[in-house]
């Protein structure tokens, strides 16, 4: 069993930046994939960016380029960080290992 604990959503400007954690409740180093997923009102979650153990990760095409995803498997921790964030990414961020844990999510609102 794995609880997964997000933080670092909140309010912030277009053309601003954060730092999503996900904090993990034991070990990931034995985790082969973590990834973040965001939710709009309604709709479906949808895959952001995913890390593997090996280095590898995968981002979505919405991002060009702005999201990086990053794993400190001492820390237990995933990260994504988000720069020159627009409205349009504002959802609930999501921590997931793949087809077992979700965090609890946290809100990223980008509003002037």
């Known amino acids: 069993q794995v609880r997964l604990v997000e933080s670092g959503g909140g309010l912030v400007q277009p053309g601003g930046s954060l730092r999503l954690s996900c904090a993990a409740s034991?070990?990931?180093?034995?985790?082969?994939?973590m990834a973040w997923f965001r939710q709009f009102p309604g709709q479906e979650r949808e895959l952001v960016a995913a890390t593997a153990n090996d280095g590898g990760t995968k981002y979505s095409d919405f991002e060009k380029g702005r999201f990086t995803i990053s794993r400190d498997n001492a820390k237990n921790t995933v990260y994504l960080q988000m720069n020159s964030l627009k409205p349009e990414d504002t959802a609930v961020y999501y921590c997931?290992?793949?087809?077992?844990?979700w965090g609890q999510g946290t809100q990223v609102t980008v509003s002037s």
């Open positions: 034991r070990d990931i180093s034995d985790i082969y994939a």
């Open positions: 997931h290992v793949p087809d077992i844990y």
